[in-house]
């Protein structure tokens, strides 16, 4: 609140020496116009510099996954692009930032099932989920059978592909997949899109979940019990290189089993969602080229936000100028790209999202479904 005294004061002094003012544009000898604008604009900054503070800003919170994956680090970039706090100059340029006031902030979670199942209750307002995860939710099976469809879930774009990770500890002699019964093996927490994939890889290769010795920690801590063998092998999807895996790989803590094979291709053909995938050499120390599945990181949001917020935050993550903010996060936010913003969605597109990507003429007949309710 600016204080009345200083309003009647500015207010005052403009009135009394408007004869002074009138006079002084019109020498040319006296003060130069630039130089009153430069007073007034003082003035006025004086008596408008608490306006900022009246500018409503409206908490947008972002579920990630655990700080050693890959969602954590492109979360944070995303975040970082879209806030738009009052007096920030970044966000002078137009699009440059989300919606005026929007403060976004990321939180770590134990992977997509929670964070989907966080979207539709609105506990958050957007997330980074697995594009199977995301399947799964909207029709109600697998992992949310008991919860039901999740009807809430929108999705705002398509964004990099992710592979599962099979990381297995050297004296565990663990060549494939097949190889995992009777063994140590960390899915996940039963929140993660982790545990959901895995399922899917052990069922191809038929090792049944109660032939192997099941850990559900999280990520993180997994990594820390594979460095210390106290587990024999863990999964984990993420776009490569993942923080954990490399570490683990590069101690020699670790190596990176395939996935392939008739017991892979089965794989594929069993899965809604999987697709093949290949990690190349030398994306990890130690590590050659690598045959593996994968699915797709996706960000969603829930459908009670506004058209015009998801508009917005879609202009300002596509915004040439944020282009190095983002890619800089992670070697996956390389590849996020308009042209395949839209590519195979797990979910209906957020109304405000259909509208981005109709104006740019980048969407495909097959995704333009609302998703409105």
Known sequence: MIPQALVSFVVKMLTQNRDCLTHMTRRAAGVSRPGLFLT??????????????????????????????????????????????????????????????????????????????AVNARTVDAALAQSDVVADAVAGRAAFRIAGAQTHVRVLANLFPEDVHLLAMPAAHIKSAGDLK?????????????????????????????????NGDSADIAAEKLSRQELDA???VGGAPVPLARELLESGKAVLVPIGGSAGARALKQSHALTASIIPAGLYPRTGATQTVGVHAVLIVNDSISDATAYAILKSLFNPANRNALTGSHRSAQVIRIGTATADLPAPLHP???????????????????GKT
């Open 234 to 236: 863990m999964f984990f």
């Open 182 to 214: 009777g063994k140590r093996v960390s899915l996940g927490p039963s929140t993660s899109g982790t545990a959901v994939t895995a399922r899917e890889v052990l069922a191809a290769f038929h090792v049944p979940l109660s032939r192997i010795r099941q």
């Open 40 to 117: 007034l604009g003082a003035l006025a900054a004086v008596m408008f510099a608490g306006g900022e503070a009246s500018i409503s800003r409206t908490a947008f919170v972002i579920a990630t996954g655990p700080t050693g994956g890959t969602y954590f680090p492109v979360g944070e970039a995303i975040a970082s692009i879209l806030s738009h706090p009052p007096g920030v100059y970044r966000c002078e340029k137009a699009d440059v930032c989300g919606p005026s006031g929007l403060i976004a902030s990321v939180r770590t979670s134990p992977g997509a099932v929670f964070n989907v199942l």
């Open 352 to 370: 405000g999202a259909l509208r981005f990507y109709r104006a740019l003429g980048v969407l495909h007949a097959t995704e333009a479904k609302s």
